[in-house]
């Protein structure tokens, strides 16, 4: 699974807020808010998405920007939580 | 003006005038003959009522208190005196039966049961937002604060459904104050005067056809310090100064900062100025004695807030033609 992880994680992210949008709407390494790609209760659907698809626990001081702000970052930070 | 730290000062004299007409003029224009106020035992209604009277007179102004069961008791008895102060007829209606009639406190506590199952009708509750942007950064998550019998708390990170399912069981008691405003307002033939300020407007601190189902917004210009400023001169109760603003929807206490603004009211407030008017990270900096990492996560906020509540600030989209009224 750790191999697969942005592709999943990409493919969540565009059927959960951009159903409608073109081919590959956003870059790994863009900004999810400043984009406005995901907003607040967006968030809480990432953070239960990836909780049970890689069944890791995400502490409330893990949930800032630098952890899930972008595709590279939330990336990094469920195969640190799988490594 | 140069940015600083007293930008929000206002000339409190001038401004109640610019109000006032602007509230008479409204009512010509709607052909009304007075202002119903719902008055929540808050700054913010505690002033509109003051200046619907200065502006209309106080025969004109109707005030409802529309407390439920899990209000603050003081609410209403600060709400109270503060009309009688102004000598305004008010009409008390408890709205609990109503809300027990949708099913607001039952849906909202079968939610709560889903992630508690010990849950049960004598906790209190509230939920909040990660305390303090400036000092640490964070995501907006909801979590749900609970208190048994004992005074036990506990503290759960909501999920998307949870917190949706919590918040729209809440944002009932605002909407059915709306409905009871709006009844007394066309029984009267009144207007409903709003009572949302520029900080709430902004950043979508109402609820759409809530509070923020209102005829006319007086105060939707003004920052909070500014409502505070002309709250003490128009002499608003100190009960109600000194009390920390709440949105007072949950049964155990919870203020605006806690609840949804992340920082003190009178730092939000000027750093929601210097995001409006573009003031330079380096200006802003030297004023506030903040670092740029504290101001850009602000600013952050912000945007992200003012985003997810657009919508609540505009009429409905429709397909209307560009050169039709309607």
Redesign the interface.
Known sequence: MPGNTKKIVREFIIDSFLPFAEENPFEDEDSFMEKGIINSTGMLELLQFIEETFEITVEDEEVIPDNLDSLNKLTSFIESKLA | MKFNKNVLAIDCKQEIERICGFIRQQMQSMKREGAVVGLSGGIDSALIAALCVEALGKDKVFGLILPEKESSPVSREFAEKHASKLDIQTEIVDITSTLKAFGSYKKRDEVIKQILPEYNVNYKIKIVL?PDLLSR???????LITEDEEGNRKSI????KT??GIVAATNTKQRIRMLHLYYFAEEKNYFVCGTTNKSETMQGFFVKYGDGGVDIEPIAHLYKMQVFQLAEYTGVIKEIIERAPSPDTYSLPVDDEEFFFRMPLDTLDLLLYAWENKISLVDICAVMELTEEQVKRAF?DF??KS??SRHARKMPPSLKADNSKY
């Open positions: 990660p950064d964070a995501f907006n998550f909801f979590k990170r909501l999920k998307k917190a949706n952050r945007t992200a985003d997810a």
